[in-house]
């Protein structure tokens, strides 16, 4: 009876230590990339940065644990794996503090993640293969991979329990606490799980080196290349949507919620990744990645978020259902997950380090879908398959890329300049407009400041800073004495060109390339009568180093293509931009967004400031301008009264009746959506 209870004990605890770590390993992702995501500038490639810390310590993690189980009897490994659990307790409970490391913001965040969560994520990571592993030993005629299909749920769930019940409900800092404890429970499972195999194994002939006939280095490298696709396809449809909505934990996993999700229906209904119904899928989502490639920001945020995840479920599935039927027998299954996460590693790498070196925009979106299918339709030549299918996938294939090539040479063929860096996708670009030769600053797909050609009208600002404009009224408010003005975002250096003389105008600029841009192709700032400077960094970090109280105007207008940084909108936020304001000065707030209506948010936030406030609606007058929405704050209500902002100045829409307050610690992007 005593043998038959710790018996099942022990297959209760294969379960749930292999789901407690799955659903830590997940969970604790999206927690500590919002805890560093505003020192960052709140940039969609700091959840790229994130994806490959993962997948490098996910790699680590399995090669320790193919080679414990390689190298040392089962009793040994038991023992290792014991004292590292040991030592993972030392790191415990979490405290994420940020290391900045001089220009590089990619080795910044490496540095902080493998200080703050190496050594515990690590432990993690190596649990799942060494439970499949020992579960092998302990009842060599059951499937391990039930297993790892039960650890996908756990990791599925916690990537579902972060958005809609930990982020709204507990703050960051409660969230870290509540993990460190979920890892002390972790531990204690482990341990029980170590101290009862040891039992049940003990006295068992097991051999730790048989060869599977299966494993070969043309399988070994099939099973990187197809999990490389499957990171990659993963990584540039997050930063796709991302750039064009926003970089918020629940568009960071969504993506990696369908991702896990093909993980699940391949491994455990193979049945359902039939190859045949996943190809012709795959093959109808390429042209529909071209078409969003360039003209994602025309469809509302609700049919992007639908497209974008039919293209990554359909390429997923086809990797990883190939994946799926090459897994080889449980001998070699550490080989098999060491393989895989290999290619995660490659795939981070790939678009973390050389895509930005190799492309000038964001292709290897379109470009991993091409990939998928060439390696599928190059096994089914092999596998012998119809020639005539072949051929015929072949040639669509080539189609689809010449026609992507040829729309992007039509694309870019007003291009003055173009690159691409950590921050995101810019090109200068000159156009004709009606009568008028433009020059604008595109960052992704949406303009961030345009200038005209006309050497008489360059000094004129245009866009959604043109005179009549919210802004326009507020630097004619505060501008009856020299001014100290404060600009959070550069863009083309547009408002520049409001500087009087004895004026000092501050940008405060995330990234390097936006004012190598705006210096060097638009002339703004140089012919600016102000004293104008430029500093490189996070806009509310700068800013908490300025003196309280000495900006009679302060503008935020950082945005990154349609994309808002999040934490410039928050109510600690507002309360820094209140502290540095003089009593009669004005905070400006750019909100023109094609997607999203942050004129509750604004209007809540002001009221919880005890700010005074009002909204300036301009409409474009023509096709060659653009519709623009400012609010503008205020210590002093009789500031707002002025006579410039009173002749530009609209009612409030009826949406501010419903409250919306953002923080550092939650904020949720459906109560902005139009």
């Not at 391990?144 to 409900?169: H, M």
């Not at 696709?229 to 991302?242: C, E, F, P, Q, Y």
């Not at 293209?311 to 393989?339: D, F, N, W």
């Not at 000092?504 to 995330?510: C, T, Y």
């Amino acid at each position: 009876m005593m043998a038959f209870l710790v018996t099942t004990y022990l297959n209760m605890l294969y379960f749930i230590t292999i789901f407690i770590s799955a659903l830590l390993l997940f969970l604790v992702q999206p927690m500590v990339a919002r805890v560093i995501l505003p020192n960052f500038g709140g940039g969609a490639a700091v959840w790229s940065m994130c994806m490959l810390f993962f997948q490098v310590l996910l790699l680590g993690g399995y090669c320790y644990a193919h080679w414990l189980t390689k190298l040392f009897k089962p009793k040994v490994q038991l023992t290792i794996h014991a004292v590292l659990l040991s030592i993972a307790l030392l790191f415990t409970p979490l405290d994420v503090e940020v290391i900045m490391s001089g220009s590089s913001p990619q080795f910044a965040i490496l540095v902080t993640l493998a200080l703050s969560i190496g050594v515990p994520y690590f432990v993690l990571a190596a649990n799942a293969p060494l439970i499949q592993r020992w579960f092998s030993y302990d009842k060599p005629t059951l499937s391990p991979y039930k297993l790892y299909a039960f650890s996908n749920v756990g990791s599925l769930l916690g990537l579902l329990l972060y958005p809609f019940i930990i982020e709204p409900f507990v703050t960051l800092e409660n969230q870290l606490l509540g993990w460190s404890v979920g890892y002390w429970l972790f531990v204690a499972s482990s341990v029980s799980l170590l101290l009862l195999l040891a039992r049940s194994l003990k006295g068992k002939s097991i051999c730790t080196t048989n060869e599977d006939s299966r494993w070969t280095l043309s399988n070994f490298s099939l099973w990187t290349i197809l999990s490389a696709l499957g990171v990659v396809t993963l990584l540039a449809v997050t930063s796709a949507m991302t750039q064009n909505i926003s970089s918020i934990p629940f568009l960071w996993l969504l993506p990696l919620c369908l991702y896990l999700v093909s993980f699940i229906v391949a491994f455990g209904h193979e049945s359902l990744a039939a190859r045949r119904v996943w190809l012709i899928a795959t093959l109808c989502a390429l042209p529909l990645s071209i078409l969003l490639f360039f003209f994602a920001s025309m469809f509302s945020i609700g049919v992007q978020v639908v497209l974008f995840s039919l293209i990554l479920v359909s390429t997923c599935m086809l990797c990883h259902g190939e994946l799926a039927r090459g897994k080889p027998a449980s001998e070699q299954l550490t080989s098999y997950y060491l393989a895989m996460s290999l290619g995660g590693v490659i795939g981070g790498l790939l678009v973390n380090f050389l895509a930005p070196v190799l492309f000038e925009q964001f292709i290897e979106f379109p470009l991993v879908n091409l990939l998928a299918l060439i390696v599928v339709v190059t096994l089914l030549n092999k596998a012998g398959a119809a020639k005539k299918y072949v051929y015929g996938a072949a040639a669509y294939l080539a189609i689809c890329a010449i026609g992507f090539v040829a729309i992007n040479n039509l694309y870019q063929r007003f291009d003055v300049a173009a690159d691409r860096n950590f921050y995101g996708q810019l090109a200068v670009k000159d156009v004709q407009v009606g009568e008028f030769n433009e020059r604008r600053l595109v960052d992704g797909t949406t303009s961030h400041g345009t200038q005209s050609l006309d050497s008489s009208f360059s000094k004129e600002p245009l866009s959604y800073y043109r005179r009549g404009t919210g802004i326009s009224a507020a630097f004619e408010t505060v501008q009856t004495k020299p001014i100290n003005a404060v600009m959070i975002g550069l863009g083309a250096g547009t408002l520049a060109a409001y500087g009087r003389s004895g004026d000092k105008l501050e940008f405060l600029e995330l990234n390097p390339l936006v004012r190598d841009y705006a210096t060097e192709y638009f002339t703004y700032i140089a012919d600016s009568r102000a004293q104008v400077s430029v500093v490189i960094g996070d806009g509310r970090q700068l800013l908490a180093d300025i003196d309280d109280e000495s900006a009679d105007l302060l503008v935020v207008d950082a945005f990154s293509s349609d994309a808002i940084p999040v934490h410039l909108l928050t109510a600690e936020a507002l309360a820094l931009y209140a502290s540095k304001l003089t009593d009669d000065g004005i905070l400006a707030l750019h909100i023109s967004n094609s997607h999203l209506d942050l004129v509750p948010l604004t209007y809540s936030l002001a009221q919880h400031a005890n700010l005074a406030s009002a909204f300036v609606l301009t409409p474009a007058a023509d096709a060659t301008q653009n519709t623009t929405q400012w609010v503008l704050m205020s210590k002093d209500a009789d500031t707002l009264q002025s006579s410039f902002i009173e002749s530009v100045r609209t009612p409030w829409p009826d949406s501010v009746q419903k409250p919306v307050i953002w923080t550092d610690d939650y904020s949720n992007l459906l109560s902005v959506l139009k």
